[in-house]
């Protein structure tokens, strides 16, 4: 069975700090991962996704990821927030690309 | 012009109703799905459809029904509304060939009252 578990449900960093958004995965085989942004009364984007090439993925609006297969973990970081990235991300696993399982998502605050 | 669009967009709506939510999406997709926003809860999976001739059900289907209309349609139906179905509604595509990924609607937020 696949799931995903986001650790802090909300998160508040300075503009200039660092971002690190958890994310932890179960899955039987090797999955695939995404994190996906949500923008206040809008559907989500996708920021990257891993898919099994290289460990370090980098999205949009520079974010990026890494997966450590030893950790089940893939955790989404930014060196430097901006006001911009105030936002709802979700996390996301899926196997084969069939179904896709999303953890219950972190609120980001960016203080000024 | 949006490739996911979901109409309505916003919808009130009584206990015991009978509610039809859209989707329509021009990306030519084969693979749609139904999903429900709930705060704390993340997107929980209602329905998906891999085809025209395929519904399957997902992780909480109880009290919903779809209907595939065309490839490009995919409609989900509260046949007796509860308060309990309060919540933002998406709809999302995917093409099944190379690495998917999903494409999201801007969402339908209903409230049963």
């Known amino acids: 069975a696949q799931s995903v578990t986001q650790l802090g449900s909300h998160v508040s960093v300075s503009e200039g700090a660092l971002v690190l958004l958890r994310c932890n995965y179960s899955s039987s085989v090797p999955p695939y991962l995404f994190w996906y942004v949500q923008y206040p009364n809008q559907g989500l984007q996708l920021l990257l996704k891993y898919t099994s090439a290289a460990t370090l993925v980098k999205g949009i609006n520079g974010f990026e990821a890494e997966f450590k297969k030893s950790e089940t973990s893939f955790h989404l970081t930014k060196p430097s927030a901006h006001m911009s990235d105030a936002a709802e991300y979700f996390c996301a696993v899926s196997e084969a690309g069939n179904q896709f399982y999303f953890g219950t998502g972190t609120s980001l605050t960016v203080i000024p | 012009d949006a490739d996911v669009t979901q109409t309505p967009r916003n919808r009130i709506t009584k206990t015991g109703k009978r509610i039809m939510l859209e989707c329509s999406q021009t990306?030519?997709?084969?693979?749609m799905y139904w999903y429900r926003q709930d705060p704390g809860l993340g997107l929980r999976l209602i329905y998906y459809?891999?085809?025209?001739?395929?519904?399957n059900k997902g992780e909480i289907s109880d009290g919903y029904s779809v209907s595939r209309q065309a490839q490009a349609k995919f409609s989900l139906s509260l046949e007796s509304a509860i308060p309990n179905q309060t919540a933002l509604y998406f709809c999302?595509?995917?093409?099944?060939?190379?690495?998917?990924?999903?494409?999201f609607g801007p969402g339908t937020r209903l409230t049963v009252l």
């Open positions: 990306k030519g997709h084969d693979r």
């Open positions: 459809s891999f085809d025209v001739k395929d519904i």
């Open positions: 999302a595509t995917s093409d099944s060939a190379g690495i998917v990924k999903q494409y």
